[in-house]
């Protein structure tokens, strides 16, 4: 329907088609849009967690290599009936996963340190979510991840669907990399500080 040719004709009969170009443009302007109020929402996010700017970056690439081990990571970390609704939180939230992996990536190339931190702390708020003493626990209810992604909100954008859906997309991103939650056997193999 969006990409679909829209033509008409015009007085003398000829087909025009300078709607669809300006449909194009249209949805091109709206797409740059689009990205910038994402990233801003993604940028308020992470500085109330970490406190400082974060970069802008506009290209976004999307990578569905690792959706095996996500799918055996949610069966090990999630009750039966759950397993379906974190996955379709995936699902919906993928876009924005991958768009929040991107200014992570730009973050920790700028300072590590502060990428530590954040994952500390997420750590941390799960463990103490969850009243246990390991962050490698399992998860269990996807309201723990509702509940910790609920917690990073700014006050004043606690109702707002943009922010709701950025955050929950940074803690599945953090899910995604088994900082919480239990690891698969793949990631069970990767060295860790004391493995040296």
């Known amino acids: 329907m969006f990409n679909s040719r829209q033509s ?3 007085g003398d009969n000829c087909i025009n088609y300078q709607a669809d170009a300006v449909h194009n443009n249209t949805n091109n302007y709206y797409y740059d849009q689009n990205e910038k ?6 940028e308020e996010i992470l ?24 799918k055996q990571k949610i069966q090990l970390n999630f009750i039966e ?3 379906r609704t974190m996955e379709e939180a995936f699902t919906h939230l993928w876009g924005r996963v991958q768009v929040v ?3 992570i990536e730009i973050e920790n ?3 590590e340190d502060r990428i530590i931190v954040l994952i500390d702390k997420i750590q941390s708020d ?20 509702e509940e910790l992604a609920y917690s990073y909100l700014p006050v004043k954008r606690k109702n707002n669907p943009d922010y709701i859906a950025y955050s929950k997309a940074i803690v599945l991103y953090f899910f995604e990399l088994c900082y919480f939650g239990i690891k698969t056997k793949n990631e069970l193999k990767q060295p860790t500080l004391f493995d040296f």
């Open 8 to 10: 008409q004709k015009s």
């Open 37 to 42: 109020q994402d990233f801003g929402i993604i």
């Open 47 to 70: 500085q109330s967690l970490i406190g400082e700017h974060i970069p802008k970056k506009s290209e976004i690439s999307y990578d569905n290599s690792q959706l095996t081990e996500l």
């Open 81 to 83: 009936e759950n397993c």
């Open 101 to 103: 992996k991107k200014v």
């Open 109 to 111: 190339a700028d300072s």
């Open 126 to 145: 799960y463990r103490f979510l969850k009243s246990c003493a390991s962050h490698y626990s399992k998860i269990e209810y996807i309201s723990v991840v």
